[in-house]
């Protein structure tokens, strides 16, 4: 049986597909993996070069196609459903992991089980974070008390491609949630902390993934709509918060378009998000403008 | 996986603390192929080459002793060979688990189980040929030495001279209640400060009751038994070029 099976989706982004895969390359953890890749219906000469770049690696890849674009939700179950491995982890085509990502998370999980923990857990990591063109910055996962309500504010991070957990913990939080075309991982972590699961750090604070990061091209209003999307989906979660939390998640959804439109130089739309999450808090929306200058 | 059990290197390296990066060039100088594993979910992260911690109790409910296999076989490919250590040759033998945990042949006959034999071998720090010379001569002299009722305490005492490169004289003394490691001790001592012991120094060997029952206890360790195990050549970390027990003779 092999022991890791890396899942990672395609589509349209050879060079960004060849960097994560280097990445995986360098790993210090020389435990037996598979990459699983599946390409979600890219151009032609888009998908030979990923054929191609698939076939220079000395790694084992199982290169799967959709025969059309299906969207992120449902290339991630197909991933999810062909994976062999005893556990799992994700990247995503464009980011990468540093060298030492895969052995020091399994070492969390060890470290978790020799404690005793009596949790499904899954290991998480400190990232960095890079606007493209600009410099890292390493974001803490805060994974200390109510780890739902640090996901639903922001501090601990929903990103697949910082998790490492068995297979089988990955399966039994369901398949990814088709209607999100953006956050389904937010979904996807929700679930898995109200099925009693549990994030934990690896023995390292370093960051052991870089995320480069782009709102170009990407959709505010898509953004806006999935995030809407799973805080009704999961309002009994919010309910049993104050009224204060659930309106800032509320304004944190607008702001976070806003960014969105604001990057994709889209100026009505960003102005309708900043309207509305200066309704949604007003004290904060003013707190955020004062200390970033105006700047979202 | 393949796995070698290293053991005995605080024993007879002592007192000289053996650094990871020492283990790690004895390793590669002794064989290519061998990587040290590195528990890194150890709940000693500053010794992270110390497999003993798994012998112990643990908060789990699974066992300590099959987490770490499980662990190794996790981290490391169907073609590797991986060393772990622990730390005295007396873990495998002791009787653990009264204290709630497991002992090194408990380890090993596990590790048998899940791999199967022929990939488990145990293995011993060995000691160069200098100290194997210096152990020859102890042992000679020491046969020699007056046995009667030590002066205080109840150890074996034993003193010598070494000189070093420039001449001068340096006394050493080291009191133990184990013959082996008294010995093994001393020509740590000499190898670490670079000495040559001349055989000329004063060695003397007391024995009092306490202490003869103590090494009655164990008959075997000899000095002639010692050299017996010792192979001779190479640094001071060498490692046997085979085992000195099987798997199987220390399955339970």
Redesign the interface.
């Known amino acids: 049986m092999t022991?890791l099976s890396i899942l990672l989706p395609h589509y349209n982004d050879p060079k960004g597909f060849e960097l994560s895969l280097r990445s995986i390359e360098a790993q210090t953890?020389?435990?037996?993996r598979e990459i699983v890749v599946c390409d979600d219906g890219s151009r032609p000469k888009e998908l030979a070069d990923l054929e191609r770049i698939c076939s220079s690696t000395r790694e084992t890849v199982k290169l799967l196609r959709n025969e059309k674009n299906r969207g992120r939700p449902y290339t991630r179950n197909v991933l999810l459903d062909a994976a062999d491995g005893?556990?799992t982890a994700w990247l995503d085509s464009g980011d990468e992991w540093y060298p030492e990502k895969i052995?020091?998370q399994?070492?969390?999980?060890?470290?978790a089980?020799?404690?005793?923990f009596d949790k499904v857990v899954w290991c998480t990591t400190n990232y960095d974070w890079q606007w493209a063109g600009a410099k890292k910055r390493i974001r803490k996962q805060n994974v200390d008390g109510d780890q739902l309500g640090n996901m639903l504010t922001g501090s601990l991070g929903a990103y697949l491609w910082t998790i490492l957990g068995t297979t089988q913990s990955f399966r039994d939080v369901g398949h990814f949630d088709l209607q999100l075309t953006r956050l389904q991982d937010l979904d996807f972590f929700i679930r898995f902390l109200s099925k009693d699961g549990m994030l934990i750090l690896p023995?390292t604070d370093e960051p052991l993934v870089v995320y480069h990061k782009s709102d170009i091209g990407k959709n505010g209003e898509e953004i806006s709509r999935c995030f809407n999307y799973v805080l009704d989906k999961h309002s009994a979660h919010l309910f049993t918060r104050s009224r204060r939390f659930r309106r800032n998640r509320r304004y944190h959804v607008n702001m976070h378009a806003a960014r969105f439109t604001d990057n994709n130089d889209e100026s009505l739309q960003t102005a309708m998000y900043l309207g509305r999450a200066a309704l949604n808090s007003p004290v904060a929306f003013v707190r955020h403008m004062v200390r970033n200058k105006g700047r979202l | 996986m393949k796995l070698d059990v290293i053991t005995g290197y605080r024993e007879y390296l002592a007192p000289a603390p053996v650094t990871e990066a020492e283990l790690v060039r004895f390793l590669s100088d002794a064989s290519h192929t061998v990587r040290l594993a590195s528990v890194?979910?150890s709940?000693r992260?500053e010794q992270p080459f110390d497999a003993s911690f798994a012998l112990g109790r643990?908060?789990?409910?699974?066992s300590?002793v099959d987490?770490l296999l499980e662990?190794l076989?996790?981290?490391?490919?169907?073609n590797?060979r991986v060393a772990v250590l622990l730390p005295t040759e007396a873990l495998l033998q002791m009787n653990l688990p009264k204290k709630g945990g497991q002992s090194g042949g408990e380890f090993i006959a596990r590790a048998a189980e899940l791999l199967g034999p022929q990939h488990v071998r145990l293995v011993r720090l060995s000691l160069s040929q200098n100290s194997r010379d210096v152990v020859r001569t102890l042992g000679r002299m020491a046969g020699a030495t007056q046995v009667g009722p030590a002066p205080s305490g109840g150890l074996e005492t034993i003193e010598l001279e070494a000189r070093s490169a420039s001449g001068s004289l340096s006394p050493y003394s080291v009191m133990t209640r184990n013959y082996t490691q008294v010995v093994l001790s001393l020509c740590e001592r000499l190898v670490r400060d670079k000495l040559t012991f001349t055989g000329a120094g004063r060695v003397e060997f007391v024995v009092n009751e306490m202490s003869k029952n103590n090494l009655s206890i164990r008959p075997d360790l000899t000095v002639d038994r010692i050299l017996e195990t010792l192979e001779p050549g190479g640094e001071i970390f060498e490692l046997l070029s085979r085992p000195f027990a099987t798997a199987g003779s220390l399955t339970p």
Not at chain 2, 58 to 62: A, F, H, I, P
């Open positions: 022991t953890w020389k435990g037996s005893k556990y052995q020091q399994l070492n969390g999980l060890y470290r089980r020799h404690q005793g023995p | 890194g979910w709940p992260p643990n908060n789990s409910r699974e300590a987490l662990y076989v996790d981290s490391h490919g169907d590797d």
